[in-house]
């Protein structure tokens, strides 16, 4: 049983947008951040957003800051990615994952364990 879902991706023309959710299942996002990841073909996995338990503190990726806004639902234990203004480069399997520390919010994929099995975000020009 994967510990985490991610939904929502599909494709989408540039300028258009996509709500991503990320559902715990087996685990609890309680006292942990939690983050949002992508890999495009070729590349390495690169950090987009996290969000913090405490206070729900974000932080982004400077490629998406101001386009993406990412958000938990605690009761619901779900945490979800908003991406506007997507861009064709926004193009990639999105993976979300918890952090191992807890609250950390860090930045590395190394610091996050549980990941789900990602999904695809496609941005056509």
Do not use: H
Not at 2 to 14: K, M, N, R, T
Not at 30 to 49: D, I, L
Not at 64 to 85: C, E, H, P, W
Not at 88 to 100: I, K, L, N, S
């Amino acid at each position: 049983q994967v510990p985490l879902v991610e939904s929502g991706g599909g494709l989408v023309q540039a300028g258009g947008s996509l709500r991503l959710s990320c559902a715990a299942s087996g685990l609890t996002f309680a006292n942990r951040a939690v983050g949002w990841f992508r890999q495009a073909p070729g590349k390495e996995r690169e950090f987009v957003a996290v969000i913090a338990w405490i206070g729900g503190r974000t932080n982004y990726a400077d490629s998406v800051k101001g386009r993406f806004t990412i958000s938990r639902d605690n009761a619901k234990n779900t945490v979800y990615l908003q991406m506007n203004s997507l861009k064709p480069e926004d193009t990639a399997v999105y993976y979300c994952a918890a952090d191992r520390w807890g609250d950390s919010a860090s930045t590395s994929a190394g610091n996050f364990e549980s990941w789900g099995q990602g999904t695809q975000v496609t941005v056509s020009s």
